[in-house]
């Protein structure tokens, strides 16, 4: 069923290939935005959080592509608080499918993959411009990073989005977390103070998305002194975080009393 609806989805979208080219495009565009910020950090600086330029954008490119893909699948729960107030998530319930795969599977803007090529350009410079010691198990890691932290961010959306259904309209406070990890991510959490960096790199554990498996893949110590191993836990990070967002969508669909109409 997933399937058809996924193909249906599709085969709509490549249907108008030049709008969906533009709108690769600008997804590709916006991404670079964020690159250009961080260039113009660098000009004025020789070294962010005792990173070098080329270092940053490694963890940006982690980050990057990894949101792109988050962005892509679980994007649409945006549109929950709407579908909430409306009462229209009713229509859900009354599926045999569940809620939240029919949610994620209500629209696959393929427009979003930009992001994930814009993060896969910058990922191919930023290798090719650090000193990485190739083995067969970095090649595991640097193949690993970008989709456990796509799982990591698309469970930090399920569980902010959450909120929605005691909230009349939580979307700001979740995109304070989801969009707010996305810039968090893309730079390497010793610029941060010390509470922001405990909230966002270990309650939200964007530290694992980019960070550390990029501290694993330079072969580099922490400058905040966290042990090595930590670059290598993000598949375990990653299914945690999907294991606690399953939980917390089932508490919050269990306890929704509708809109009363």
């Keep these: 069923m997933y399937r058809r609806i996924l193909h249906a989805r599709l085969r709509g979208q490549l249907s108008y290939r030049a709008s969906f080219l ?19 950090l660098f000009n004025r600086v020789t070294a962010l959080g005792g990173f070098s330029v080329d270092e940053v954008l490694l ?3 982690f980050a990057g592509t990894a949101f792109g893909l988050a962005d892509l699948f679980a994007g649409q729960l945006d549109t929950l608080p709407t579908l909430i107030r409306t009462g229209k998530f009713d229509t859900l319930l009354l599926r045999p499918l569940g809620t939240l795969p029919q949610l994620m599977s209500s629209d696959l803007p393929l427009k979003r993959l930009g992001r ?24 595991v890691l640097l ?12 469970g930090v959306w399920v569980v902010a989005c959450s909120v929605c259904f005691w909230l009349v309209d939580g979307r ?18 010793s610029v941060y103070s010390g509470w922001l960096r405990r ?7 964007g530290a ?27 598949p375990l990070v990653a299914a945690a975080v999907a294991c606690l967002a399953g939980v917390t969508w089932k508490f919050a669909v269990r306890h929704y009393r509708g809109t009363g109409s």
């Design 22 to 40: 533009l709108d690769c495009a600008a997804q590709a565009l916006a991404q670079g935005g964020e690159l250009v910020v961080i260039l113009v």
């Design 59 to 61: 963890v940006y490119a």
């Design 116 to 139: 994930v090529l814009a993060g896969l350009v910058v990922l191919g410079y930023a290798l090719a411009h650090n000193e990485v010691v190739w083995t067969p198990w970095s090649v």
């Design 143 to 154: 193949a690993v990073t970008p989709v456990a932290g796509a799982v990591i961010f698309g």
């Design 172 to 189: 700001e406070l979740a995109n304070t977390v989801t969009y707010g990890s996305s810039t968090f991510t893309s730079y390497p959490i």
């Design 199 to 205: 909230l966002m790199a270990f309650v939200v554990p």
């Design 208 to 234: 694992f998305v980019a960070y550390y498996p990029a501290l694993a893949l330079l072969d580099r110590a922490d400058p905040l002194g966290a042990p090595a191993w930590l670059g290598w836990v993000g």
